[in-house]
Nanobody
Framework: QVQLVESGGGLVQAGGSLRLSCAVS????????LGWYRQVPGKQRDMVAI???????NYADSVKGRFTISRDNAKNTVSLQMNSLNPEDTAVYYC??????????????WGQGTQVTVSS
């Protein structure tokens, strides 16, 4: 199992920046993809950015050119640099790890979430 702890959320004005970090622990050798998702009340949780073990990122269209996902394997962290924030980015942001166990079972683990609020 993988444990994830997010940090770095908060309140920022439109046009500002925030950096989210996620500390990853547990069975990290089984992870094949890390990512950030976000959710607003009453809506589904949406992918923001993902990064695979080959370090190739993918982004939601709404954040391309503004957000950057990165991972530090030595420190077991995954970060999300968010620039040019706008009120539509307001959400709870969740860190996610997808892994596969030796049995072949796939697992998806989540952090507790961190609130990002962008004021206009």
């Amino acid at each position: 199992q993988v444990q994830l702890v997010e940090s770095g959320g908060g309140l920022v004005q439109a046009g500002g920046s925030l950096r989210l970090s996620c500390a990853v622990s547990g069975s990290t050798s089984t992870i094949y993809m890390l990512g950030w998702y976000r959710q607003v009340p009453g809506k589904q949780r949406d992918m923001v950015a993902i990064i695979k073990n080959d370090d190739r990122p993918n982004y939601a269209d709404s954040v391309k050119g503004r957000f950057t996902i990165s991972r530090d394997n030595a420190k077991n962290t995954v970060s999300l640099q968010m620039n040019s924030l706008n009120p539509e980015d307001t959400a709870v942001y969740y860190c996610n790890a997808k892994s596969v166990r030796s049995s072949g079972t796939f697992s998806s683990d989540w952090g507790q979430g961190t609130q990002v609020t962008v004021s206009s």
